[in-house]
């Protein structure tokens, strides 16, 4: 069993993806996609005069604020994606099945009920963001739909304990499941060759780390990586024994960083060294 994350970046080859898992599919492996829909979202927005908006917080993370609105909109935009990726998938003989984290109380969240975040020197609080982080996953509804044969693509919107849909990074969302699932790895498909070490050269690509080595990486790692590298700790402390970042420009991304062209991120073991 494996969970892997697509990302929303325009880069990202999903049908290369795709066609891994409907391989997958065939040689009876089980698996989970849980899917992004960054760039299409941004798209959607624009489109309807409601731009996106990025926030950065005090500890430096960067994330999509989500008001009323942008909410609405991501909503549309995950029916849509999520749409066209269970067909895709039916086209290539695997009966996918499409789910939202709010459907059977699949992905349940926490909402940050206000944000720190930074701009320029100073730190200001943010209220009416609707977005939360995974606080519970309903196992028993995704071993039932895998144990009859289904594949679950979800889109990573979750609910609160008081019936509230809020945006769940994707990225946490799925290393939540990963854990819940007790799944034998979680591949994060990136518009990148892996973590590296001096961004944007390639040429810095960090093939393997520990569990270690992972907190100091998250000092010096750029961008979104670092949100993947959150969710890379969260997946290995919840019982994962690996996380592997695939580069998702590139022919057959899950075989390749299977086969080490990637980061592969583990729990012990010997991983890279400054």
Do not use: C
Not at 61 to 85: E, K, P
Not at 244 to 257: K, M, Q, T, V
Request: without cysteine.
């Amino acid at each position: 069993m494996w969970v892997i994350k697509l990302g929303g970046n325009a880069t990202v080859n999903a049908e290369a993806v795709l066609e891994e898992l409907a391989a997958w599919a065939r040689e009876g492996r089980r698996w989970v996609l849980v899917h992004g829909i960054s760039a299409e979202a941004d798209a959607l927005g624009e489109a309807l005069g409601h731009p996106p908006r990025y926030i950065t917080s005090a500890s430096g993370f960067t994330s999509r604020y989500t008001d009323a609105r942008t909410r609405d909109i991501l909503l549309m935009a995950y029916g849509r994606a999520n749409a066209h990726l269970v067909a895709a998938l039916h086209r290539r003989g695997v009966p996918a099945i499409g789910l939202r984290g709010i459907d059977g109380g699949l992905l349940q969240a926490r909402r940050k009920e206000a944000l720190r975040v930074r701009e320029g020197e100073r730190i200001l609080i943010l209220r009416g963001d609707y977005s939360g982080t995974p606080a519970g996953v309903n196992e028993r509804l995704l071993r039932l739909l895998l144990d009859q044969g289904f594949y679950p693509v979800i889109a990573p919107m979750g609910l609160t304990s008081d019936g509230e849909i809020v945006n769940v990074d994707g990225d946490r969302a799925a290393a939540a499941l990963a854990a819940a699932l007790s799944a034998e790895g979680l591949i994060f498909v990136t518009g990148a060759p892996g973590l590296l070490r001096a961004f944007p050269d390639e040429s810095t690509r960090v093939p393997r780390l520990t569990l270690p080595e992972l907190e100091a990486a998250m000092a010096w790692a750029q961008g979104r990586m670092r949100h993947k590298l959150l969710a890379a700790r969260e997946a290995l402390t919840g019982g994962v024994p690996q996380v592997l970042l695939a580069d998702g420009r590139r022919p057959a991304p899950l075989a390749a960083a299977l086969n080490g062209n990637g980061t592969r991120i583990e729990a012990d073991g010997h991983g890279w060294v400054e």
